[in-house]
């Protein structure tokens, strides 16, 4: 299994960062085209994000300091809904706040897919926490004959 970690600087309290992790218009408004969530402790994490089917539940939800779900794709044999973990830790610095990102428990072919993704949407997040419009969302996965090795 594999890990992916990253961060971004976000010039928005953690308070404003922290909607956007647990709000439907917050989510979409950075990462997927539709959400349902449930931001509690066991409640349901589903996101819809170019054509796949994200699906999960909160683990951890600690306002305005981290949020844990679990993470798998609906109808994947190799990443089930809630076989990954995503834990967003946010840490308050002088100018706004520190995005911690840190997806483990990834499957050793999807780890470049979900670098790609996260790469992509993390500064999607920086605009839109800070008011700004992330405009529209083109982005499309990896193929998958990209992510294996020796392809």
């Known amino acids: 299994m594999a890990e992916f970690t990253t961060s971004v600087e976000i010039l928005a309290p953690p308070d404003a960062v922290f909607d956007h ?4 218009a917050g989510m979409t408004a950075w990462m997927g ?11 349901g ?14 683990l951890v939800v600690d306002r305005p300091h981290r949020v844990v779900v679990s993470w798998g794709v609906a109808g994947s ?4 809904p809630g076989a990954s973990r ?9 100018t706004g706040t520190r995005v911690m990102l840190t997806h483990a428990d990834l499957p050793d072919a999807d780890l470049e897919g ?6 992509h949407f993390l500064p999607r997040l920086r605009v839109v926490a800070t008011g700004g419009d992330a405009g529209r969302d083109d982005w499309v996965p990896l193929p998958d004959a990209a992510r294996r090795p020796g392809s």
């Open 77 to 80: 044999d190799d990443l089930p």
């Open 21 to 24: 992790l647990v709000t439907e």
């Open 33 to 43: 085209q539709h959400a349902v969530l449930d931001p509690r402790t066991g409640g």
């Open 114 to 119: 979900h670098a790609d993704g996260w790469a």
């Open 86 to 94: 995503v834990e967003i830790a946010l840490h308050p610095t002088s």
């Open 45 to 58: 994490f589903a996101v819809d994000i170019a054509g796949y089917a994200v699906r999960g539940r909160y």
